[in-house]
């Protein structure tokens, strides 16, 4: 696009911050309605944190029980209850797109109804899409990292912006809280399409993931996230498993793993915001929460003047991210070994 050359408009800058403004309620509901969609499909909870949030899980002394007989000796020193800490602090993110309004004098602007840019009333005709823009471009790369992000404020990129779930997972696994030891923590090998017309394998695979989970866990509300890939190799292996029988739908497959693993609330939770890849991740409800700084603001974008040139216009978005795994004992969490790859970023172009 061609800048024509010896213009002199101004932008109105107050115009522009109280358009802002004015959109205020539909905009800044935009970034919590693509990340309601995506939490809503994996189990998410979404809470507004300010500052610091601790959770403080209790940890029950199992094996008290003995016999007892005259004499024995007693007082002896025991601890029946420990405590295991959850932090969830969000940790500032941002975006920022500056604007040129000269870029629009030789263009005429869809959105404002074919017209040019008035330097009359110094309007800028991309003043809402801009600011729509910008919000759902945001809440997308936070969505596509909410599981791959790790924090590293020397790096600018969505997928260093914050700590996501994988990152904390991988530290709990790192810190020995998450391992086969713990029971939370089983290999499955990765998860391949069936090699032949008689090859159950990528089924059983599944199948035994959920079987070697806590009876606790199986027998209440579970809650198994996966990627359609693995979903499909899956139903591909018991394809093979029942072909003599008939051609199974996705739908049959689930209950047919509800019974042969013995889990019979399990709840299948797949989106593209998880990757692709065979990792698994299955939890008793409420074990995965986001933290945000603030679900509502009236600034949310913010539009002003940039540097020196008064043409020149600065979008920005601040606000604060960070995620949490609420508990990862065996009763109410489990993982496998593998590893996910995040899904590409959401907007239509890098």
Request: net charge neutral; charged share 25%.
């Amino acid at each position: 696009m061609t800048i024509m050359a010896g213009t002199t408009n101004t932008v109105n800058i107050a115009g522009l911050t109280n358009a802002a403004k004015i959109y205020a309620p539909g905009i800044t509901a935009l970034p919590f309605y693509v990340m309601n969609a995506v939490t809503a499909a994996l189990g998410i909870r979404i809470l507004e944190v300010k500052g610091e949030h601790i959770l403080v899980n209790r940890r029950r002394k199992a094996g008290i029980l003995a016999p007892y007989k005259p004499g024995l000796t007693l007082g002896q020193e025991q601890e029946i209850i420990k405590f295991l800490e959850m932090k969830l602090k969000p940790e500032r993110t941002y975006a920022e797109i500056v604007d040129n309004v000269t870029m629009y004098d030789d263009v005429k602007v869809i959105s404002d109804a074919g017209n040019f840019v008035d330097n009359k009333t110094k309007k800028h005709p991309l003043e809402l899409d801009i600011i729509t823009a910008i919000v759902r471009s945001y809440a997308e790369d936070v969505v596509n990292y909410m599981f791959f992000a790790e924090r590293d404020d020397t790096v600018k990129s969505p997928a260093t912006a914050f700590n996501g779930f994988n990152m904390k997972k991988d530290a709990l696994i790192a810190g020995g809280l998450i391992s086969a030891p713990e029971k939370n923590l089983v290999t499955t090998g990765a998860f391949t399409n069936p090699a032949s017309t008689t090859d159950t394998t990528p089924y059983e695979q599944l199948v035994s993931f959920v079987a070697s989970a806590d009876p606790f866990l199986r027998q209440g509300q579970a809650l198994l996230r996966i990627t359609e890939g693995t979903l499909l190799k899956a139903r591909a292996g018991y394809k093979n498993k029942v072909k003599a029988f008939n051609d199974p739908t996705m739908a049959e497959m689930l209950d047919r793993i509800k019974d042969d693993a013995r889990c019979p609330n399990l709840t299948i939770m797949t989106h593209p915001a998880y990757g692709s890849g065979g990792g698994l991740m299955l939890t008793a409800p409420g074990m995965l929460d986001f933290g945000v700084g603030s679900q509502s603001d009236d600034k949310f974008v913010q539009v002003r003047g940039y540097k020196d040139d008064p043409n020149d216009v600065q979008f920005w978005i601040q606000a604060s991210y960070d995620a949490r795994i609420n508990d990862v004992h065996r009763k109410v969490f489990q993982v496998n070994e593998q590893v996910n790859t995040a899904p590409d970023l959401a907007g239509d172009y890098k």
